[in-house]
């Protein structure tokens, strides 16, 4: 009755909030309430236009045109034309006016269309027009700012239904520009692998780009350029650029280990993994992007394949509660203590993808960390490190302290609104939006921080701040732009250029397609018909075999995070019991978001990570969002009183150690069927039914919960004595196999009297969570023997519980076939 009507009350509730929320008129006492009527919205609105106005004339009257403004020193920020090898500068600074060409689509999302097509114009008359300019850079960075700049700025100048639209003052020069581009930046893909080269030089091409600037390149460079190279093929009808880059998208992500997880960084020449590991930030971010856009934007069945094939192996390896950590490609086990401001982005693509509860989940990690900084440090710890040095504990959680104004926080902040239109979202964007006003706008631009902890500067703008970072937020206030009531497979491009493939393009570049090869560096490989039989794909089949060694037989038993004993992924068994969800209570005036009383793990973070998420002291005195301990403490049930009245939904903190364990390949010889359609199966009242073949085992990734009489779960409750009692701990299995005559059932119920060693209880499997009382069910397969479940680590008892090494997993069912 209570819990019935507790969810009547939230309902109530959530209508409340909805009304309330959108519809309500402004208060006269100013936006106090954040109540988000439309007219606070639009202020807010117009305040980020303000802000990018600011950022923007200041680069034209002060450094166009040339790269960028410095925001502090006022004045141009150009490469180091003295120093070519100097590219950590020069990587991004092309001497193309690169903020102005990357600022174009803002200029058209804010449907201002004289100061677009002034800015075009600017385009037209001094950007060189064949790029033949003597500088080297990065192709990546060059195709997502530069190329998708112009690509984007396109396809907005010649579409009747946007504000900005050119008509016939434009004849199409973007689009000859961007080609231009492309075809300086080809000769990066003629290595034997068909994998680019990470810098060219724009005039002379690969002969002037040191050797060793050339020896490695990150899985993102290699395989992203795939999105605006086909996109050029789309408009241009010249199928070189699609097929180059493709091939390269599918040669990178043939690189994948034996799990399905790619490496961040290889050598161009030969495919030679330069580390073991992936995660979703740095190097890798942009690979899953393009997958799963890439499979948008092109209707695109392969692509869709890849983002699925590659999200499901993140997921099932790599899927902590609060963030994915990086994992080493061959076991999943995680490998490095932290994560990094990048991977910010991924709850944006989970939206994308579909899976809004993650990630609700992931962004509210990104949110703590906004929070304590202020900022997304470039690099977080979340586990403690040993000090060794002398700076302070506050440095040492932040090993890359800086924060350059990137986008991502905000970014998935604006695909969560867009998609649960939750005013908890509108919140998150206004606090960021009084941060860049009260802790980042500088007299002619915006400055990042060169270090969250003190406080530092960095006099820089990078051209992401205007494409990318207000543009993110300047859309979740517009809630009118002509981009929402789009209904068509517009996509944003890594660098937040809207791209969209029209039905009219389509037919024309599939009337009209052809492969051109009268470009003087043709890649050499791929001027045959069907890439994918090259030499080269064999060559990399066979390195593939020879780069993993044979799985091991048997079972892996992995504690769930091996990085440090001491903390481990685990829950730390404290028990301050400060992971409560909100409750509202039904007396108090409540305006916040239904989103706040969904997680009953709400304070988990704060809890979890208590000893690497610190507050800076200059930042001491800065008011936090709603999730501060004042919030906690008005709403959250952590005090004893509030626990009985039924108004807390407290989850106390385990006292359980859990572990994961991955099922090694090597298990059986049988080939899986398609694993996953197996094993997805929908979370219906509780009852989970994954169905599981038992000799398929092989492969499979579950996390383990070790269960003592008396300990308390990760569910927050307490396990009883009586559980032990009454589960047997007798292989069956072996019964069968070395004792077929065996009749005396009844004698050996005796000599199999229940222990009282530990129980395990699988709580997630291949990274999904099981509920509290959800069972899975495996198929036992005619074939399974003691041989064939690894010798006898593996069996079942006649509850028909799976045995792990003697234990019984109370959840695992082994069903006849
Ligand atoms: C860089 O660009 C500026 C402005 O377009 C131009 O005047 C200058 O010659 C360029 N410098 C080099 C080395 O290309
Ligand atoms: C092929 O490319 C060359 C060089 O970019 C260009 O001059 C030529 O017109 C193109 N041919 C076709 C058929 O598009
Ligand atoms: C090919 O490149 C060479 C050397 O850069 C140049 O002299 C020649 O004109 C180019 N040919 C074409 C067709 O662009
Ligand atoms: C849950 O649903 C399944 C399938 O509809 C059904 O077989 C099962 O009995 C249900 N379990 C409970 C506890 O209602």
């Known amino acids: ?99 102005l060409i990357d600022s174009l689509t803002t200029l058209a999302v804010l449907g201002d269309v004289s100061a677009f097509r ?13 790029f033949s300019i003597d500088a080297t850079v990065q192709v990546f960075e060059t195709t997502i700012r530069i190329l998708g700049g112009l690509l984007s700025a396109h396809l907005y100048a010649t579409d009747p239904t946007k504000k900005v639209y050119l008509g016939s003052d434009y004849d199409g020069f973007l689009l000859q520009r961007a080609q231009r581009l492309a075809d300086r930046l080809l000769p990066a893909y003629s290595t034997r692998t068909g994998i680019p080269l990470p810098r060219i030089n724009l005039a002379h091409g690969l002969r002037h780009v040191p050797a060793t600037l050339q020896q490695e390149n990150n ?15 789309y408009l241009t009808h010249d199928d070189k650029y699609r097929n ?38 740095a190097s890798i971010d942009s690979f899953y992007e393009y997958a799963l856009k890439g499979a948008i934007l092109f209707d695109d069945e392969e692509l869709w394949d890849t983002w699925e094939g590659s999200y499901y192996a993140l997921r099932k390896h790599s899927r902590n509660d609060w963030f994915y950590a990086n994992i080493d490609v061959d076991s999943g086990q995680v490998i490095t203590p932290w994560i990094d401001s990048l991977s910010a982005f991924f709850p944006g693509l989970q939206v994308l993808a579909g899976d809004l509860e993650d990630a609700k989940m992931k962004h509210l990690m990104f949110l703590k960390l906004w929070n304590t900084y202020g900022a997304l440090p470039e690099r977080w710890e979340f586990q403690p490190q040993d000090l060794t040095g002398e700076s302070p504990q506050e440095l040492s959680c932040v090993p890359l302290p800086w924060y350059p104004l990137r986008p991502e926080f905000i970014e998935s902040t604006y695909f969560l609104y ?30 990042g921080l060169q270090n969250v902890v003190s ?63 009268s470009h003087n560096d043709t890649v050499p490989v791929l ?57 509202p209570s039904s007396s108090a005036a409540f305006l916040h978001s239904s989103m706040l009383s969904e997680f009953s793990r709400l304070f988990e973070i704060e809890h979890r990570y208590s000893e690497t998420l610190l507050r800076p002291r200059r930042l001491f005195h800065r008011t936090q969002m709603e999730l501060n301990p004042k919030f906690y403490e008005t709403w959250s049930g952590w005090d004893q009183a509030k626990l009985h009245d039924g108004m807390c939904m407290c989850l106390a903190a385990p006292t359980t150690e859990s572990y994961e364990m991955l099922f090694s390949e090597a298990l059986s010889d049988l080939e899986a069927p398609d694993a996953r359609s197996a094993r997805q199966v929908p979370l219906g009242n509780g009852t989970v039914m994954h169905r599981i073949e038992l000799a398929v085992l092989a492969g499979v990734r579950l996390r383990i919960e070790v269960l003592l009489p008396g300990a308390l779960d990760i569910y ?44 395990y209880r699988a709580t997630a499997v291949d990274g999904m969570m099981l509920p509290f009382d959800g069972v899975v069910h495996l198929l036992k397969l005619s074939a399974l023997n003691s041989e064939s479940v690894s010798g006898g680590l593996l069996g079942y008892n006649r509850e028909n519980m799976l045995l792990i090494g003697g234990v019984p997993v109370i959840n695992l069912l082994v069903d006849e076939a």
């Not at 002034?118 to 064949?130: H, I, K, N, T, Y």
């Not at 809630?479 to 996509?491: C, G, K, P, Q």
């Open 1 to 99: 009755m209570q819990l019935l009507s507790r969810t009547l009350m939230q309902l109530l509730f959530l209508a409340l909030v909805t009304l309330l929320g959108i519809t309500s008129v402004c208060s006269v006492h100013g936006f106090q309430q954040f109540s988000f009527c439309e007219e606070e919205l639009r202020h807010y609105r117009d305040e980020t236009e303000q802000l990018f106005r600011h950022a923007y004339n200041h680069y034209v009257e002060l450094a166009y045109p040339f790269d960028e403004v410095y925001p502090i020193k006022c004045r141009a920020r150009t490469r180091n034309f003295e120093d070519p090898l100097d590219h950590p500068t020069n990587d991004v600074l092309g001497n193309f006016s690169a903020t």
């Open 118 to 130: 002034s800015a075009v114009r600017l385009v037209e008359r001094d950007l060189q027009p064949d």
């Open 219 to 233: 899985a993102a460079a290699m395989a992203c350029p795939m999105l605006e190279f086909t996109m050029l093929s």
């Open 244 to 281: 180059i880059a493709r091939y390269a998208f599918d040669v990178v992500w043939s690189l994948k280990s034996k799990l399905d997880l790619l490496p961040m960084s290889f050598s161009p020449h030969d495919g030679t993994p330069f580390n073991k590991f992936t995660g979703t930030g």
């Open 418 to 447: 867009r998609a649960t239109k939750d005013v908890f979202y509108l919140k998150v964007a206004w606090t960021i939006l009084e941060d860049l006003k009260a802790l980042y706008k500088t007299p002619c631009g915006f400055a």
């Open 455 to 517: 406080g530092e500067r960095q006099d820089r703008m990078e051209t992401f701040v205007l494409s990318e970072t207000l543009k993110y937020l300047y859309l979740i206030f517009d809630t009118h732009n002509e981009l929402h009531s789009d209904s068509s497979n517009t996509v944003f491009s890594t660098e937040a250029h809207p791209l969209w493939l029209r039905a009219s393009d389509l037919a024309a570049y599939k009337s009209c397609r052809g492969f051109n090869n």
């Open 527 to 583: 001027s045959g018909e069907d890439p994918k039989e090259s030499f080269f794909v064999r060559l990399l089949g066979a390195f593939m075999l020879s780069a993993f060694p044979k799985a091991q037989k048997g079972l892996r038993l992995l504690p769930l995070n091996q990085l440090s004993a001491k903390n481990g992924g685990q829950l730390k068994p404290q028990s301050s019991a400060r992971m409560c969800a909100i409750s």
């Open 716 to 759: 927050g409750r307490k396990i009883e004595q009586s559980l032990f009692e009454s589960i047997s701990r007798e292989n069956v299995l072996d019964k069968n196999m070395f004792d077929v005559s065996d009749t005396n059932a009844a004698e050996d119920q005796d000599s199999s009297a229940t222990s009282m060693g530990p129980l």
